[in-house]
C-alpha cells in the first residue's frame, strides 16, 4: 500500500467581472504573447508542484471554457463556476475551498491536502518556482500562513493550512483572505520574491500594458 502524501492544492480565482479594466475588456482572456493571461496562471501552477488545480470561474465562464479548452483534459485540473461571482472573491475562495472538503475535484487516492495556495487569475507573470517557493516554505517554517513579499510588499498567491479553512469560508465580498492573514500575523511566514515584475496583475488597461511590456522585454514567446 502506498503512502499518503500531503499536498498544497491550488485554487485559481478568475470569476470576476474585470470592473476596473473598462471598454467591456475581460482581462483574463486578454492576449499575452500567444496565450491569454488566464493561461499563464494555469501554465505556472501545472508547472508547479501544487496539486490538484481548481480553477474558479465566472463572468464569461463559457467564453472561458471555449478558449482554454485544452486545460480541461489535465488529470490534475477541475473546473467549477461560481454562480454568486458577483458577490465578490470570498464566494469564488470558497467555493474552491468546498469543493477540497467535499473532495468534489480529480482526485488521487495517495495524497491528501492539507492546505491551499489562492492564485489570482490575473497574474500572469508569476512563476512556477515562486509557487514552489511558497509551498515549500509552508512544508519547512510550520507556519500556517505563507506570503510573497515582492521587494519587501505583500502579494499573491497567499498559503493556508487547511486548519483556517473554516475562517476563510467566514469571509464576505472582495476581501479574499487578507482578514484571516492579519488575525494570524504571529503565524505567518514571508517568502521573499526579488522579481517584482512577478506580481504585477492585470486590473486596469494601464495595468495590463505594464505587464506587456514586461513581457516583451523577457523576450518570451
Known sequence: MKAIKAVTAAIILAAGTSSRMGEDRFKLLLPLGNRPVLAHVLDAALASQARPIILVLGHQAAEVRAQLASYADYPD???LENPAYLQGMSASMKLGIQALLSNDYKKSTTETIDSALFLT???PLLTSEIIDSII???RRSGKRIVAPLYVGRRGNPVLFDASLFS???QVTGDEGG???LKRHLDEVANVEIENSEASYDVDTWEAYQRVVEAWDKSGKT
Request: hydrophobic content about 40%; aromatic content about 6%.
Open 77 to 79: 485540473i477541475t473546473l
Open 121 to 123: 487569475g490575473d497574474q
Open 136 to 138: 515549500e516554505a509552508y
Open 167 to 169: 475562517e476563510l469560508l
Open 178 to 180: 487578507r482578514g484571516v
